[in-house]
Every structure is written in structure tokens, then in C-alpha cells.
């Protein structure tokens, strides 16, 4: 019981904070408030909680060979923070996927009050979605259970298949690290710890050079 109440009294100091943030990075834009599945209109089976990235995203970035050809997909883009943040670097195109039409709605405002065009999301179930062929770049924020992410990366590999090119995959809070590493291509090159295990980054590439 004590437990449950900590972890409740911890997410509720987090979710302050990154509202805080919002009025004061963000102009009053709508980032910080997780929303549980039920909530954004689907279920366990379909898609996890939105939670925020954090910003220790601009330093994984930030270390990686980006260039104004590379394009990026935020798979389970939520409300679009990480977008956001992918926005500073020189991507051609800054995409999301998102179940939830509310969330892909606030995401789209969110991004027009910040002055974004490069940054879109759109509605789209990871499970069968296959758009994949212009991206370079691929993130996730474990927003999908694992039949749903493994139904994502065939489709991803395909598109590799497809489409040869050299991908760069950035995976945070990276539960199902196993399963990509033995079904895919893709192999990890570098991890970013954090002090809390959920933001944990992990940064893998596919065979192609």
C-alpha cells in the first residue's frame, strides 16, 4: 500500500514539474499531463500510457551523424514532446503515428503554437502500419505492447528490405531489447543511462552501411 501511494505521490511531483515546464519552455503548450490508455480512447492490448520523453533526448541526438536528408518517425508520438526536441536538429521531416485522435491533436496544436511545420502527426495503429520507406531515423518511447512493437519492426524490416538504407533506431525505456536484437537486424551501438531505469536510451543501427 505504501508503495503504490510513493509511486502515486512521486508521478504526481513529475507531471508538476513538466507542466511547469510547458508554461515556461513551451508557451502554454500541452506536453507534461500523462494520459492512461483508457483515457486516450484504446486499450492495454493496443497501446501503453503517454508519458513525455525527457529532454535527455537532445544529447542522444546530438551525438548522431544527422543531416537535412534524414527524415525521423516518432512511433506513438503522444502529445509530441519528443518531436519537439527532434525539431532542433536538421531533419527534412519530423513525423509521428499516434492511436489516439486526441492525442494526434494535441500534438498538431502543439506544434502550431510553437511555429512547427516540419513536425506532423498523424493517426495510424503501429501494428499495421507500413510508411516506413522515406525514414531514416525511427523512435520509440515504449509506447507499444510487445505484439504490437514486433508487428511494427517486421514492418520496418521489410521496409529495409525493401528500401535499403542505413536506419538508426532510438528506442527509450527499451523493455523489449531482446526480442529486437534477436528478430531484426538492427544491433545496439549506445546506451545513455538515467536514474530512473524508464529512461534509459538505447540507440541501435541495421546492417547496412
Not at 497501446?47 to 513525455?52: A, D, F, K
Not at 495510424?124 to 531515423?137: I, L, M
Not at 519492426?153 to 528490405?161: A, H, N, V, W
Amino acid at each position: 500500500m505504501w508503495k503504490e501511494k510513493v509511486r502515486k505521490g512521486l508521478a504526481s511531483i513529475w507531471q508538476w514539474g513538466a507542466r511547469l515546464q510547458d508554461r515556461l519552455l513551451y508557451h502554454g503548450c500541452d506536453f507534461g499531463s500523462w494520459v492512461e490508455p483508457q483515457e486516450a480512447g484504446f486499450t492495454l492490448e493496443q497501446g501503453n500510457r503517454y508519458q513525455p520523453s525527457n529532454r535527455a533526448l537532445l544529447r542522444v541526438l546530438g551525438d548522431l551523424p544527422i543531416t537535412s536528408q534524414d527524415r525521423i518517425l516518432d512511433i506513438g508520438c503522444g502529445k509530441g514532446h519528443a518531436m519537439v526536441l527532434m525539431s532542433r536538429f536538421p531533419f527534412q521531416e519530423v513525423a509521428g503515428i499516434e492511436l489516439s485522435a486526441q492525442l494526434q491533436d494535441i500534438a498538431n496544436r502543439n506544434f502550431a503554437r510553437l511555429g512547427l511545420p516540419q513536425c506532423k502527426a498523424y493517426r495510424a495503429d503501429a501494428a499495421v502500419y507500413q510508411d516506413y520507406d522515406r525514414f531514416t531515423y525511427i523512435y520509440l518511447f515504449n509506447s507499444v505492447p510487445r505484439v504490437v512493437f514486433l508487428a511494427a519492426m517486421e514492418q520496418l524490416c521489410l521496409s529495409l528490405r525493401r528500401r535499403p538504407r542505413r536506419c538508426v533506431l532510438i528506442y527509450l525505456n527499451p523493455v523489449y531489447h531482446e526480442e529486437l536484437v534477436r528478430s531484426t537486424p538492427f544491433r545496439m551501438v549506445k546506451a545513455r543511462s538515467a536514474w530512473l531505469p524508464w529512461f534509459e536510451y538505447r540507440v541501435y543501427t541495421n546492417e547496412e552501411n
